[in-house]
């Protein structure tokens, strides 16, 4: 039986950490990143140069190797990674269609949510399995900002890992792997980037961090409100503006830079602060889930919606600033 000791957690996490970035820092000192993915800017992009994308070749086969040790009970959500990992690969080699892609997440979401469901109703697995594929496709939206999807890894999976350690051993450990495997990344990712992190890696990360919430649910050790906290920025951030653009009739899955971390980082000329504050927000978050696990049921509600309406102010602050820039611009245009 394996255990998860504090100890343990740190242990399993710094050897994801140390695989990670041993194995990146290789492809970029051979010069195989510059051969496998290169991100060109564009219309939605915050860099001008181009770097390589390839931050999933690290993350993934790094936490699977783990995962495959240290959680057997989690190696078909391990397997279900790589399906999604080699999906987005051939997508980034030779280009695939969005149904195609569409596809592989909504059977591989399936999957996970038949493999973990206890006791579920028909509506509720759908749920499920809509909203672990709205995870895998979120992380890829929010990849695009130095040090924000590795750090909001290394937040949400840390939690995960901390809330599972006395009930699920192995989800504690799978957790603390991909927080591990996030960080050896973040390194390489911190501003100033010198890879990205890339579909190979985005799209695992939001697949693990929908199908372990959900395990973890299922199997009793935490509330169903648990995931959406401790990813609370990225679920925010990535739904108001899936809304709106549809709101707005826009093709939402076409290029964009109207994220609200990609206005912060448009106003304040510079990635880092951005990624600071949502590091803030993802601790502030993280913290309020793993307190409200001992409280009663309703206090549980209470602090979610709470915290969301927190997050509804910073977002109405950002959107106040970024109309006064946008005046100011078309101002001084006009002049």
Not at 104 to 110: D, F, R, S
Not at 274 to 287: F, K, N, R
Request: with cysteine; hydrophobic share 60%.
């Amino acid at each position: 039986m394996h255990t998860a000791s504090p100890l343990a957690l740190l242990a399993v996490a710094a050897l994801a950490a140390v695989l990670c970035f041993g194995i990146l820092a290789m492809l970029l000192r051979t010069g195989w990143a510059w051969k496998i993915a290169i991100d060109v800017p564009n219309q939605r992009s915050l860099h001008t140069r181009p770097v390589p994308r390839i931050g999933g070749w690290g993350v993934l086969p790094a936490a699977l190797l783990l995962i495959a040790f240290e959680a057997p009970a989690l190696r078909l959500f391990a397997a279900g990674a790589v399906v999604l990992g080699v999906v987005s690969l051939i997508d980034d080699r030779r280009g695939l269609p969005a149904r195609v892609r569409f596809a592989a997440h909504i059977v591989v979401a399936a999957a996970a949510v038949a493999l973990a469901a206890v006791d579920i109703s028909w509506w509720l697995a759908a749920a499920a399995v809509i909203a672990i594929v709205w995870l895998v496709n979120l992380f890829n939206f929010m990849d695009g900002s130095n040090g924000l999807a590795g750090g909001m890894a290394v937040f949400g999976f840390g939690t995960y890992a901390v809330a599972a350690v006395p009930a699920q051993p192995e989800l504690a450990l799978a957790a603390a792997v991909i927080a591990g495997a996030a960080l050896g990344f973040l390194v390489l990712n911190f501003n100033p980037a010198r890879i990205f992190l890339g579909d190979v890696g985005s799209v695992p990360l939001g697949f693990f961090s929908g199908a372990l919430g959900f395990w973890g649910w299922q199997h009793g050790v935490w509330p169903v409100w648990f995931p959406a906290l401790a990813f609370a920025p990225f679920i925010a951030d990535a739904t108001v503006t899936l809304l709106r653009r549809l709101a707005r009739g826009e093709k939402v899955w076409q290029a964009h830079r109207e994220h609200y971390y990609q206005r912060l980082v448009r106003l304040s000329g510079t990635h880092v602060p951005v990624a600071l504050l949502y590091y803030w927000l993802m601790l502030v978050g993280s913290s309020i889930a793993l307190m409200a696990l001992n409280l009663p049921e309703v206090v549980q509600w209470v602090m979610v919606a709470v915290w969301y309406g927190v997050l509804a102010i910073v977002g109405w602050t950002i959107d106040r600033r970024w109309q006064g820039f946008m005046r100011a611009q078309r101002e001084s245009g006009g002049n």
